[in-house]
Structure formats: structure tokens, C-alpha cells
């Protein structure tokens, strides 16, 4: 039994010093592999392109600019009365109460009021069609959740949260809670 255990331990440490020589191979390829590209970079060839590549890349931004020229969060700001008093969420905290992806969006807001009042801000913009598609029955799903958790808890917020509606535009996604959450939409989707 002794003699299986020190022929366990000594097959781990061959294991190890292989996995240890393998990662030193590894280590020393690499520079060489770094050092390579820098050579074939110097040679004026690379710099001609970059030339020509000058004027269409000042142009590029200017064009993707246009359509999405502020954050959500800047659009929320701008739209929904009193958003800075509302408590802002993180990518993880969308994920977790609401199941959107980050992989599914390029940028988010999503505010809440305090538990009680139903005040809401979830703006979404999705990365492409599928993506808002998917965006969209989440986010219905997350109103339907809201709402039910504060049907017997919260009146207000619960009246609040039945007017509530997810509203899109292009791949903007906008769920606004609150007194004005109609005009607050649109003034929202009106910056897409």
C-alpha cells in the first residue's frame, strides 16, 4: 500500500516536470514568433496602406456616429425624468434577473427605482436582428416576472409596471416604467 502511494506520487511529479518542460518549449518559441512579424513590419510596404486607410477611417466613425452619436446612458439621462436618482444595475445583475446575454448587446442602461415605487429603465441595444429578437422575449419575460412579484406586494408599482411596455426601434430595445413611461419611450427611441 506505502509502495502504491510513493509510485502515484512519483508518476505526478514526471507528469509535472514534463508539463514544465513542455510550457518552457512553448516559452522560448514564442519571442522568436513575436520577433518575426516586427521584422516583416518595417519595410515601407506596411506604411502605404495605412496612407490610404487614413481618410476612410476619419470617414467610418463619422458614418457610425450618426445613428448611435450618444451612450444609453446619455439618451436616459436626457429622456427620463429623475434617471439619476434611479439605481443603475451591471451587466451581471441584467444577467441575473433578467437573462439577457451580453453577447446579444452592444450597450445597456437598466435603472430601478426603490422596490416599492416601480420606477424602471432598460434600455438595450442589441448587436444585430437575431439578437434583438431574442433581446425582446426576454425583456417582455422580466416585465411579466415584475409584475407579478409586486401584484400583492407593491400596488403602485404593480400599476406602474401594467403600463409597462417593451418598445423597440431599429435594434434599440427601451422598457420604461413609471409616470410618463409613454412619453419617456418615445422621446428614447426618438434618439435611434
Known sequence: ??????????????????????????QESTPAATEAPKATEAPAATEAPKATEAPAATEAPAAAEAPAGKSLAEIAEAAVAGAADLAPYTAEELLDMAGIQPEDY??????????????????????DEAAAGRVAGQMEEYLKRRQEENRNYAPEAYRLLSRAKVSRKGLLLALISGENAEGETAAVLAEE
Open 1 to 26: 500500500m506505502n509502495k502504491m502511494k510513493k509510485t502515484g506520487i512519483l508518476l505526478l511529479l514526471l507528469l509535472a516536470a514534463a508539463l514544465l518542460t513542455a510550457c518552457g518549449a512553448k
Open 106 to 127: 452592444t450597450d445597456f442602461v437598466f435603472l430601478q427605482g426603490d422596490g416599492m415605487d416601480g420606477r424602471e429603465v432598460l434600455l438595450i441595444r442589441a448587436k
